[in-house]
């Protein structure tokens, strides 16, 4: 039992520690798929894959720094390959995401930073016009009427709207 | 950059904040910087994504039947590496709320004795399907007025005693999904996500502002003075 600061947390007897450094990483490896598909279906279908293909390939004896880096190098590699399929191209001409120097995640999804704090940072580096659009569309869920309503414009002008401010968002970057 | 494009944008975002899997046509490939970056901020509305119970416990019958296939000249001898797939599927199950007969040996004394779940469990009570009992030590070992932080395999739960009895509730908040922590200063259960705080009795404790769901209990039985939970 390991007693910490605020809460006690009891840990179970396991039956082997590279198993389940394993599993707890795929918890991690999820989050950091879906922080990148947007979508449940699609994260879970490449969370498998993950596993499928990586487990079978660990040593046993594995610490927890290469079990991490061998699931999320096989996790990147899932992606670009999902990328490639959905698009139809090859995968050298995706974006490249520039990973950790860890080689996995610090804070659950990849890098020190969470996902919300990467959509913030990218937010706020967007014109105003740019950000409240994609605020409403995304991060309150509004219809794109309803962006057109809140905005003073119309649905046509807010979907050119949301196109710009998308590729502006891309280009700012989320895994600077 | 592709004009007239933000028709077919639009209708890829409404999939993807509708939850649906992403699909795609060649020609969207033009136009893969935008759609991933659609892809992030859909993702941004759950920070703390986790994977639900039924993918967790269909992951762990894939891998158990992964781990059951002969895999040639190691087939008939226990490699090292079949004796890792032993583990992750004997951990995976107890995560998935799988039962692994194959690897039950394994288990046996890593877990409390499997029990079937409660039958009528009422609303507000974590049910798990199917549920196993987990040990989560000695009663006398559980403090008075202090949360206790435990997992019971896929269930986490705070436990907190009084006299004999104890009490145990969800370590989730209620609003988004984000794992809560204790804080003895006001005995509170705090959600880190939106400074929303519980108190013991898993009641949200916000003096103003929108009340959010009670916290769901967890059930719990002190058993000769062992305090089990049921998980999965």
Redo the contacts between chains.
Sequence with gaps: MRVTEESRLVEFPVQSSAADLALEELEFVYAFIYARVGNRADAEDLTQQVALKAIPRLRAEAGAASIRAYLFATARSALNQFWARKLGMPEEELPVEVPSSAGGPAGGDGSSHSSVERVTRVLAELPPNYRRVLELRFLRGYSLKEVAAETGSTVGAVKVMQLRALRAAAKVGFDV | ?SEG???R??QI?RE??A????R???K??S??????????????????????PA?RR??AA??AA?SARPDGAASGSIT??R??????T???GA?GGVGLTR?GD??A???AESRPATLGVPAGVVDPHPGRW????ALA?LPEGQ?????AGAVGA?LFRKGDTVRGMSSICTHLPCEL????KGALLVCPCHNRAFDSSGESAEADGYPLPTLPQVQVLVVDGRVQVLGA
């Excluded at chain 2, 939850?19 to 992403?22: A, M, V």
């Excluded at chain 2, 935008?34 to 639900?52: C, D, N």
């Excluded at chain 2, 987990?134 to 030590?137: E, H, I, K, M, S």
């Design positions: 950059m494009f933000e028709k944008l639009e975002v993807l904040l939850g649906r899997r992403l795609l046509r060649p969207d490939a136009e893969r910087e935008a759609i991933m970056a659609a892809a992030r901020l859909a993702a941004a509305r759950e920070p703390y994504a986790r994977m639900s993918f269909r992951l894939r891998l992964e090292r590496r004796a890792l797939w032993a583990g992750v004997a951990a995976a995560l690897w394994q288990l004394g890593s877990y987990f040990d989560a030590g070992d949360a206790v932080r435990i997992q705070f922590s204790w804080q003895a």
